[in-house]
C-alpha cells in the first residue's frame, strides 16, 4: 500500500489558516489523495480529495504538487471545532468497484483560542 | 439523512468474554466496513462487504473474530474470546458507489469502545 507521511502535531491560532502537509513519494498514477479527520470520540470524516488540480470545498481547500508527491491541506480560518487528528490517505482501488482506505498515524491540530 | 449507527456505544468485559458489536448503514450503501482503532493509532480495516458478501477479510483474524451481514444491511461482528489486547475502538462505516459525488467516501459511525479487563 502507497504511504503517507505526516507531522505528529500542530498547532494554530484561533481565525488563522492551517497548512497541514501531507508527503507521498510513492504515490501512483491512480492514487486519489482524500483527506478525513477525526474529532476527539468520534468516528472519522471526510474533508476533502483530489487526483492532480487543486480542490476547494467548504469545509478546506487541498493543493497538490505537480508531481503529485505531496499535498496541503488548507483550512482558511482554524475554529476550535477543528481540532482534531487529520489523516492523509492515499485511496487504493481494492477490486469489486471499490476503494480501501490506508490509515496512517495523522496529525493531530490542536487550535488555541 | 440518519448517519451510520453503532451500538453499544461502550462495553466492558472480562478476558474470556464473548462480546458483539452492531453496525447499521446508512441506507443504500452496499459496501460496509469493520475497523479496529488502537489508541493513538489511525483505524485498521478488519473486514470489507460488498453487500452479504465479504470481499476482504484479510486482516481479520479469524481464530476469534467473526462477522456478518445477513440480508446486506445490518452486520454484526463477534469476538470470542476476547483478549486483553482486544481493548481499541471498533468502527464501522459504509460507502455506496459513489455514482453522485464519485469520492466513494466513507461514512463512519462513532464506534464502539471496547474495555477488556
Known amino acids: 500500500d502507497a504511504k503517507t507521511t505526516q507531522p505528529n502535531s500542530m498547532e494554530s491560532n484561533e481565525e488563522e489558516p492551517v497548512h497541514l502537509p501531507c508527503n507521498h513519494s510513492?504515490?501512483?498514477?491512480?492514487?486519489?489523495i482524500h483527506w478525513y479527520r477525526q474529532l476527539p470520540s468520534q468516528g472519522p470524516e471526510y474533508v476533502i480529495h483530489?487526483?492532480?488540480s487543486n480542490v476547494n470545498n467548504r469545509m478546506a481547500s487541498l493543493a497538490i504538487a505537480e508531481d503529485r508527491k505531496s499535498s496541503t491541506l488548507i483550512l482558511h480560518r482554524a475554529t476550535l471545532r477543528d481540532a482534531a487528528v487529520y489523516y492523509c490517505?492515499?485511496?487504493?482501488?481494492?477490486?469489486?468497484?471499490?476503494?480501501?482506505?490506508?490509515f496512517g498515524k495523522g496529525t493531530k491540530l490542536s487550535v488555541i483560542p | 439523512e440518519a448517519g451510520v449507527v453503532q451500538s453499544p456505544r461502550y462495553k466492558i468485559i472480562e478476558k474470556k468474554q464473548p462480546v458483539a458489536f452492531w453496525c447499521n448503514p446508512i441506507?443504500?450503501?452496499?459496501?460496509l466496513y469493520w475497523y479496529r482503532q488502537n489508541l493513538g493509532q489511525g483505524p485498521e480495516l478488519l473486514i470489507r462487504?460488498?453487500?452479504?458478501?465479504?470481499?476482504?477479510d484479510s486482516q481479520l483474524p479469524k481464530d476469534r473474530f467473526s462477522a456478518e451481514r445477513l440480508k446486506g444491511v445490518d452486520s454484526t461482528l463477534k469476538i470470542q474470546p476476547a483478549e486483553l489486547g482486544d481493548s481499541a475502538v471498533y468502527l464501522c462505516?459504509?460507502?455506496?458507489?459513489?455514482?453522485?459525488?464519485?469520492?466513494?467516501?466513507?461514512?463512519f459511525g462513532p464506534g464502539t469502545r471496547l474495555t477488556v479487563t
Open positions: 490517505i492515499l485511496r487504493s482501488y481494492s477490486g469489486a468497484g471499490s476503494y480501501q482506505l490506508t
Open positions: 462505516a459504509s460507502s455506496s458507489r459513489g455514482l453522485i459525488s464519485g469520492s466513494y467516501e466513507q461514512y
Open positions: 510513492t504515490i501512483s498514477g491512480t492514487d486519489y
Open positions: 441506507s443504500g450503501h452496499n459496501t
Open positions: 483530489g487526483l492532480t
Open positions: 462487504y460488498e453487500n452479504e458478501e465479504a470481499v476482504d
